[in-house]
């Protein structure tokens, strides 16, 4: 069964901290990995992953893939509140349009 | 320009009745999803429609069904409304077969009574 989990489940950090939220993936026929910010109501993209190595960096967010060890991490520095919301990953496979998504990341950030 | 657009965005409704829940995009795309949101936040895909493919979730009662009157809109309408059934139901769509994102609507909250 295909299988998207995500760690830590929330967290909370000061303001100015470094975060990093973690992603694995089991899947048939991957194609991509892609993370999504989800405050109040519609989840929004941040970014998509298709290739091991490749760092995607907008601002103070980056993420990276590792197609060896399954899994994606996304970091923020210099956490800001506006940051807190629901982080979530989705992989989506060749087979079949559909985006998998994980139990998410909960993060706070305090002032 | 809303890009996903869903409507209601709040329904309140009684065990056993039926209801719909629309869904409309103008992006051009070509495939749309529906999901579950539970209490616990998770995001659980029911159904992926394309005019070529529909694949549901197996998980997913035979209460649930969508209907595609044409490429840009996809609504799910629910028979016999159980209390397990209240949860955000989203909306989304995206290209067919290429590496690219879904973009979602803004959710509708059902809550069964």
């Known amino acids: 069964e295909d299988k998207v989990v995500q760690s830590p489940l929330s967290l909370v950090v000061h303001e100015g901290d470094t975060v990093t939220l973690n992603c694995s993936y089991e899947?048939?026929?991957?194609?991509?990995l892609l993370w999504y910010k989800q405050e109040k109501k519609a989840p929004t993209f941040l970014f998509m992953l298709?290739?091991?190595?490749i760092e995607k960096k907008s601002g103070r967010l980056s993420s990276i893939l590792d197609k060896k060890e399954l899994s994606s991490i996304l970091n923020i520095t210099a956490t800001q509140t506006g940051d807190s919301a629901i982080y979530l990953c989705?992989?989506?496979?060749?087979?079949?349009?559909?985006?998998?998504f994980g139990t998410g990341t909960s993060l706070t950030v305090i002032p | 320009d809303t890009a996903v657009s869903q409507t209601p965005k709040y329904l309140v409704t009684q065990m056993g009745n039926d209801k719909s829940i629309k869904c409309e995009q103008n992006?051009?795309?070509?495939?749309m999803y529906w999901y579950k949101q539970d209490s616990k936040k998770f995001l659980k895909i029911m159904f992926s429609?394309?005019?070529?493919?529909?694949?549901i979730n197996e998980t997913v009662p035979n209460r649930f069904s969508p209907k595609s009157p044409d490429k840009a809109h996809l609504n799910l309408h629910i028979n016999s409304l159980e209390l397990g059934d209240s949860a955000v139901y989203f909306c989304?769509?995206?290209?067919?077969?290429?590496?690219?994102?879904?973009?979602f609507g803004q959710g509708t909250r059902l809550t069964v009574v």
């Open positions: 989304a769509s995206s290209h067919w077969g290429l590496n690219t994102e879904a973009f």
């Open positions: 899947v048939t026929n991957f194609r991509s």
């Open positions: 298709t290739s091991s190595g």
């Open positions: 989705a992989v989506d496979r060749n087979t079949g349009n559909q985006f998998y």
């Open positions: 992006l051009g795309h070509d495939t």
């Open positions: 429609y394309n005019n070529k493919e529909l694949i």
